[in-house]
């Protein structure tokens, strides 16, 4: 924020010089700022937020990302018969009804067990990829490492449920990287260390869970996503596949609300892990066990985009 001080203040002497003269001093320091935010707004940058500030109450912040949604359906699901099955092509249930139901069972297990929950949408809405990076950003805002940010999705290609995490090159950064602006289109990239930890306690949690026909396998991929690469927290997006057996005919579908109940469980427990394990990263004097937020830091400047 420095930077943004030095620039107001010569900005200030500049107008003040050339034609604002005697003019009302706050009016003018309001329009530099409106000024100067806009200018950051237009050089496309993302606000890795730092820790919360000393006293603050420490919080953990949980965003649900449901995929698709209002004219963007995503995929068909709930009838395929064979592995190449592309999306769109089966029957049953639109995937965006799917990630919302998901979205929002998971989000009631986590409020439940003391959560800071915020979702990019609670109904058949269309957002694009940068309006839920931005949500995911403000949510997270001031939260330091307290936060996750889960992209939820649907499939009926492969088998299990996949787990994405950026491809981004991690810029080793860490938690020293909090503080700082980073571009919006590589945001994650500070996080995919992270990132791919979060990804291996959610691989654990499903590793403890079977659904109808056997156990849920987990695959982790890398892979560059348009919402997930500008988002500034550890972030992850879910994909639920049909369970298949070995002649890859589909034993559990998912559609079968036993399969996404055993699922969204898994998700909440590797949370809670992570928020337990976090806890102890968030240093002294924070209570990692408190979630009771003040709320989105939606005026900290979350990701920001023209
Ligand atoms: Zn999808």
């Not at 890795?48 to 990302?65: M, S």
């Not at 409020?111 to 995911?136: C, H, K, P, W, Y």
Request: proline share 5%; hydrophobic share 40%; glycine share 14%.
């Amino acid at each position: 924020m420095l930077i943004l001080r030095r620039f107001e203040r010569r900005v200030g002497e500049e107008l003040r010089r050339t034609w604002i003269g005697d003019g009302s001093e706050r009016a003018l320091t309001c329009a530099l700022r409106i000024a100067c935010y806009g200018l950051l707004g237009w050089l496309s940058v993302a606000w890795a937020g730092g820790q919360a500030p000393a006293g603050a109450p420490a919080r953990f912040v949980v965003v649900l990302d449901a995929a698709h949604g209002g004219e963007d359906g995503g995929a068909r699901l709930g009838s395929a018969t064979s592995d190449s099955d592309a999306p769109g092509q089966g029957g049953g249930e639109v995937e965006k009804n799917v990630t919302l139901a998901m979205s929002v069972r998971l989000r009631s297990l986590l409020m439940a067990r003391g959560f800071q929950v915020v979702t990019t949408r609670e109904g058949n809405v269309s957002l694009d990829a940068d309006a839920r990076a931005q949500i995911a950003n403000r949510a997270v805002a001031g939260a330091g490492n307290g936060a996750a940010c889960l992209i939820l999705h649907a499939t009926e290609m492969g088998s299990g449920v996949h787990l994405f995490v950026s491809s981004l090159a991690p810029t080793g950064l860490g938690t020293t990287g909090l503080g700082r602006f980073l571009p919006w289109k590589t945001a994650q990239s500070a996080y995919v260390s992270r990132s791919l930890k979060l990804a291996g306690q959610v691989n654990s949690a499903l590793e403890h869970v079977s659904a109808g026909g056997g156990p849920i396998t987990a695959t982790l991929k890398r892979a560059s996503l348009p919402g997930l690469d500008s988002m500034t927290c550890p972030a992850v997006a879910i994909e639920i596949a049909p369970i298949r057996g070995g002649d890859r005919k589909v034993l559990t579908e998912v559609t079968d609300p036993e399969y996404q109940t055993q699922v969204v469980e898994a998700l909440a427990a590797a949370l809670l892990e992570w928020k337990t394990d976090t806890g102890a990263d968030l240093g002294p004097g924070s209570s990692p066990a408190s979630s009771s937020g003040s709320g989105p830091g939606a005026d900290k400047a979350g990701g920001r985009q023209p």
